[in-house]
């Protein structure tokens, strides 16, 4: 591309840089915010900055947040006996929206992930553990992704915590509300008939 | 969308407000940078507000430009006497980047459309009817998009320098190269049918 401008060139480099926006789309970004009021540059570059200097991330679990305790972690209206372990705080957010869920969480920070070079120290597991090992934590649910990664970060994590007295779940794999049958995967298929669950359970929600 | 801290909140919206980025996009984004060395949100937020603050248009051309008078207009090699009249900056590096035109643009900042309120008044018409009095144009390029807000725009400009002694032209419109022709949409391939070429034209490119 030939910018007639340096600043502009500059700018483009620098929007380009976050993930999935190339340098055409990073060029729209930019002449839209030359087209707006000089405000709307300021505030988004003050939010910006602001978060990436004043954002904390929760003692206890691991969220972002904007305190030292995360509201959920400080709310007590919360069980602190469940553990949900999550992968990040998109997960901790889907979860929240759903009102379904009413113990904390842990936010491990990503998967373990050899070939991108994520091993089990790059992750909150260890502060997981000593959670566990202190013994107020009854139940630990694993809602990582069903993906090769995901899967060895639970059995990871289940090895570590298996000598402690605690029960272990996973979210349950199937077939989403209101899909067609003959549309889905054999595998989702398949786990979805070898964990079936009572009907009369299935009527609750 | 649940944030646990309102320093995120606040980041996501601001992202959000660009076109084309909705919330789940800017999250990821703003998640993104919470990865990277702070650094890196500083160069960006510095990039925009710089962007912002300090960069200008070109008196001539009203092309973006770090100086009163951008790279191209300053530049004596190029032919003052053909302008080609665009609509933005985007349209200009395209041209650029053809390395075919050695002459001047024009950048209109937009099209003629009473359906999102722009009026001649609003783009930079006024100047190129100047311009083109002062005698020392000898042929404007329209380089507008074939639509009817570009079409509209082309032909009130026309209107207005038609009394002074100017050469008029539009880029031609036809097959892409390397395109199939039973591909192309029936108004291109008419129109590249109506406008046709000598062939030994054709062997200059």
Known sequence: MDFSSKI???AVKEVS????????TALRLVLHLLKQPVDATS???????????????CQ????????????ICSNSKRNSAIVCVVEDV???????STSQFKGLYHVLGGKISPIEGIGPQNLHIESL?????????????????STMEGDTTNFYIYKQ???FEITTS?????????DELEYADEVTLGRSILNRIPFSDSLRN
Chains 1, 2 share one sequence.
Do not use: W
């Not at 840089?17 to 055409?24: A, E």
């Not at 003050?46 to 904390?56: G, T």
């Not at 998109?90 to 929240?96: G, K, L, S, T």
């Open 17 to 24: 840089r976050l993930p999935g926006i190339g340098k055409r």
């Open 161 to 163: 915590i298996e000598k």
């Open 43 to 57: 505030y988004l570059a003050e939010a910006l900055l602001n978060l990436r200097n004043n954002i904390k991330s």
């Open 129 to 145: 553990v000593e959670k566990v090992a202190q013994g107020t934590v009854k139940e630990l649910i694993f809602a990582l992704s």
């Open 90 to 96: 998109r997960d901790v957010m889907a979860i929240e």
């Open 8 to 10: 502009l060139e500059n």
């Open 170 to 178: 996973t979210i349950a794999r199937g077939i989403s509300v209101g």
């Open 60 to 71: 206890n679990c691991h969220n972002i947040s904007d305190t030292l305790l995360c509201d």
